[in-house]
């Protein structure tokens, strides 16, 4: 009987230790996933068309509150417009930056839903990451929704691609996006530095 009550003190005490990690382990980290420069701007502009329209209408006072609200967001909306419409194709955005980070320049034409033809031209500039590089999510020419690969240690390349889309003769700027050479892969991955 004395036998039987060591081994199962000793079973559940094993199955304990078993089952509660050690106190210091180290908890594996997530890396921080970031947006694409183009989502960002896509998100301050739906900001400002919303805020031109709250000031638009405060400034517009009681009467003419209707009014004030439709010329705020105009107002907002003529700043992003463009970049609202070429949003629609983020596919098309990154593959054309891509491009550019890895031949230095590149010109990629599209037409939208619409029927407008657009012109991206954009020009890689190498770029030295004083701060952590993080994962970027993005889509990619398939329209699946991507994590560029992590990097397994300092990017040896890393370029700057700025980016204007023309339309009907109108053109916006998109948001310089972050490429880096990833070993890995062997290609030009889009990425983002943390923040100062």
Do not use: W
């Not at 199962?8 to 089952?19: F, I, K, N």
């Not at 000031?55 to 107002?75: D, E, H, S, T």
């Amino acid at each position: 009987m004395h036998l039987i009550r060591t081994t199962a003190y000793g079973l559940l005490t094993a199955s304990l230790c078993l089952a509660v990690p050690a106190h210091g382990a180290p908890k594996e980290r997530k890396p921080k996933i970031e947006k694409s420069e183009v989502d960002k701007a896509v998100g301050k502009c739906v900001g400002a068309v919303l805020v031109g329209g709250l000031l638009g209408g405060l400034l517009g006072g009681k009467r003419n509150r209707g009014a004030g609200i439709v010329a705020g967001a105009a107002a907002g909306g003529v700043v992003c417009a463009i970049l609202m419409q070429t949003a629609k194709r983020k596919d098309r955005i990154i593959a054309a930056q891509r491009q550019a980070a890895i031949r230095g320049s590149y010109t990629a034409n599209y037409m939208d839903d619409e029927g407008q033809t657009h012109i991206l031209r954009a020009q890689a500039v190498d770029y030295q990451p004083t701060r952590q590089i993080h994962q970027v999510r993005y889509v990619n020419e398939g329209g699946a929704s991507v994590v560029s690969p992590s990097l397994s240690g300092p990017p040896r390349l890393c370029r700057k691609v700025p980016m204007t889309d023309t339309v009907q003769g109108n053109s916006a700027s998109i948001p310089d996006q972050l490429f880096c050479f990833n070993e890995a892969t062997n290609t030009m991955e889009p990425y983002s530095e943390a923040n100062a």
